[in-house]
């Protein structure tokens, strides 16, 4: 049981990256800054106030708080999960035999921690996850190691045991980062990016994940 899976949570466990660029889209509008949809890819995996930063800088933007847009944007994404959100196909099937081959399994995302709570609680999902982190409480958010050394210290595992799973090149930056491998599963849009490249393994969907999961340890051992 030294042996750990953690997760990333938006667009892994949870079509949700969608709903994040409708949030995203339509809060900053309020604020005076138009983007599109497509802009947002930028800044997949990073902290909602982090991406606030991010457009402060390349729109000289100025809005009257980082933090309170990044609220904006939390608020309406909690009713959005809460409402439109759907998991991803595959999430019980990878979990199950995440369970069934003797991993611990953990979550580390850049969503606040309402997030994470909204998120598992409207599928059901927290008894699966023994350590949830958000990079809300570290300093720095993905791709920064911060909250996947975290969730490595709650679990008492070494990084070299664990294996994360991300949808973003920020996300998978920070699995390496913080000494783990890791399975890039992107979304077909963003397929092309050669930052994946640096994954450990690359899949297509999380229902590849469940099926490849009783070898992935052997050729963890091996590399």
């Not at 909602?48 to 390349?58: F, G, I, Q």
């Not at 019980?92 to 609680?121: D, K, N, P, Q, V």
Request: proline share 4%; charged share 30%.
């Amino acid at each position: 049981m030294n042996r750990a899976l953690v997760f990333d949570m938006d667009g892994v466990l949870v079509d949700s990256e969608p709903l994040w660029r409708r949030a995203e889209v339509a809060c900053f509008a309020r604020y005076g800054l138009d983007i599109e949809e497509a802009d947002c890819v930028e800044t997949m995996g990073l902290r909602m106030d982090e991406v606030v930063a991010y457009w402060t800088r390349e729109r000289d933007w100025h809005p009257p708080s980082i933090h309170e847009v990044a609220d904006a944007v939390i608020d309406a994404m909690e009713r959005l999960i809460r409402h439109e959100a759907k998991p991803i196909a595959g999430v019980e099937a990878a979990l199950a035999s995440a369970e069934a081959h003797g991993w611990r399994i953990g979550l580390a995302s850049s969503s606040s921690m309402r997030l994470i709570e909204a998120t598992l609680h409207t599928f059901g999902l927290r008894r699966r996850f023994e350590v949830c982190r958000s990079a809300e409480h570290e300093t720095n958010g993905k791709p920064h190691p911060d909250v996947y050394l975290a969730a490595l210290r709650d679990l008492g595992v070494e990084g070299s045991a664990t294996i994360a799973i991300e949808d973003s090149a920020n996300g998978v930056a920070s699995a390496l980062a913080a000494g783990m491998r890791c399975v890039a599963i992107p979304e077909q849009a963003n397929g092309a990016d050669p930052r994946f490249d640096t994954a450990t393994w690359r899949m297509d969907s999380l229902t590849d994940f469940a099926e490849a999961l009783p070898t992935l340890r052997a050729e963890a051992e091996e590399r």
